[in-house]
């Protein structure tokens, strides 16, 4: 038990929430984590395990999908917590790492070398860059068009190709190079030195509002070329507690293979594409 809080406690300050009530309410409290903030807590100062369910929310919360060496460290900490550091901890780990039988030796290789790329080729925003990125619009695709292209870009060629305003993306040009995101010519011109990498906003940094605000512009924007090339929906009765525990395995792995697909060039058929995963309560029942 000693072991689980402190790790829980690091990782959620390394995250950027100071507090553990911060970090409870940010997420959305009671909502979000189906439980009270006295229940949470209880996790964190090391009087009681979260429940599975808990500890589901807790790891989505603080992103560690997208960081295998936190997640290990929460989940290894978790597990010889449960056991109550007998030899059956070992045993455990010993049988989910092994990877002896044939399915393991055909797929780890691949999800090794998938790992190590996505690792590679991440990008971590810090708050203040996140800040304007989300914003606004002009700030969503200054920051969208220059880290998906090599080249470099004026106010006004970024306005033609967006159909934004100049005067509104050189300003948020100027704001993202002298947080050191994009560089400036002499001839006016803005570049990313990180483009073709796997950006990733900060932790807690994305205000609900303003991803909303951006996905009904997605949804705009794709109605006026064509609106949805593919929609495919299931619709299925289900617990939503056990529907919420299955959602990672639903949505990381395939936007991490996705990300393989990313071009920073132009080619003969390429755009810009939202591929979005939603689920949605329709019906008490």
């Not at 790992?115 to 002009?138: G, H, I, K, Y």
């Not at 990498?197 to 109605?223: C, I, S, T, W, Y």
Request: with cysteine; glycine share 10%; aromatic share 10%.
């Amino acid at each position: 038990m000693t072991d689980f809080a402190p790790v829980l406690r690091g990782l959620r300050q390394a995250a950027g929430y100071k507090t553990p009530r911060r970090f409870y309410l940010t997420q959305g409290g009671r909502k979000f984590f189906g439980c009270t903030y006295r229940n949470y807590a209880n996790a964190e100062y090391g009087r009681s395990l979260p429940s599975p369910a808990l500890l589901e929310k807790i790891t989505s919360a603080l992103r560690l999908a997208d960081d295998d060496g936190g997640l290990r460290k929460l989940l290894s900490a978790y597990l010889r917590a449960q056991l109550d550091g007998t030899s059956l901890y070992d045993q455990v780990l010993r049988a989910l790492g092994g990877g002896h039988g044939a399915a393991a030796d055909r797929w780890s290789p691949m999800r090794r070398a998938l790992e190590e790329n996505v690792r590679a080729r991440s990008f971590s925003l810090t708050r203040d860059q996140t800040e304007v990125v989300t914003a606004s619009v002009e700030g969503h695709w200054a920051f969208g068009i220059l880290v998906h292209d090599g080249g470099w870009w004026t106010p006004k060629s970024l306005a033609q190709a967006s159909g934004l305003r100049a005067d509104r993306l050189r300003r948020v040009l100027g704001r993202l190079t002298g947080l050191g995101l994009f560089r400036r010519d002499e001839k006016g011109r803005y570049h990313c030195p990180h483009h073709g990498k796997d950006f990733h906003l900060a932790k807690g940094g994305a205000d609900p509002a303003r991803m909303e605000a951006l996905r009904r512009h997605f949804v705009e924007a794709g109605e006026k070329h064509g609106g949805a090339k593919v929609l495919r929906f299931l619709c299925l009765r289900a617990s939503e507690r056990e529907l919420q525990a299955y959602l990672p395995q639903i949505f990381e792995a395939p936007y991490k293979e996705l990300g393989l697909l990313s071009l920073d060039a132009k080619g003969e058929d390429t755009a810009f594409y939202e591929v979005e995963t939603v689920y949605r309560k329709i019906l008490p029942f």
